[in-house]
């Protein structure tokens, strides 16, 4: 059965940074695309970064593009997310996410791991 682990939050002043990870067993990259949501309290989920079954593409929400990078080291089985530059209004609860197949999308996962709290805060 396939399952997500994430790990690498906690609290982190305005402008550090941080990184999460993703590990996945029961299943091999090469089938998933793997995504990072993030929800913070009283607001609904939102995609921040998706990372394609090859590794080769990845797209981000517009809020993080330039900040983080999503990346995955299929040695590993591990998709981790690097999150620098952070703002307050990226507290959250971040969330790793597993689509079974290929392509680039992250829509529907069919997984998802436990999430982990990061909180930006002076």
């Known amino acids: 059965q396939l399952q997500l682990v994430e790990s690498g939050g906690g609290l982190v002043q305005p402008g550090g940074s941080l990184r999460l990870s993703c590990v996945v067993s029961?299943?091999?990259?090469?089938?998933?695309?793997i995504g990072w949501f993030r929800q913070a309290p009283g607001k609904e989920r939102e995609g921040v970064s998706c990372?394609?079954?090859?590794?080769?593409?990845?797209n981000s929400a517009d809020s993080v593009k330039g900040r983080f990078t999503i990346s995955r080291d299929f040695a590993k089985n591990t998709v981790f997310l690097q999150m620098n530059s952070l703002k307050a209004e990226d507290t959250a609860v971040y969330y790793c996410?597993?689509?079974?197949?290929?392509?680039?999308?992250?829509?529907?996962?069919?997984?998802w791991g436990q999430g982990t709290q990061v909180t930006v805060s002076s």
């Open positions: 996410a597993a689509r079974i197949g290929y392509g680039s999308s992250c829509r529907n996962p069919d997984y």
């Open positions: 990372i394609s079954s090859s590794g080769a593409n990845t």
């Open positions: 029961g299943f091999t990259l090469n089938n998933l695309v």
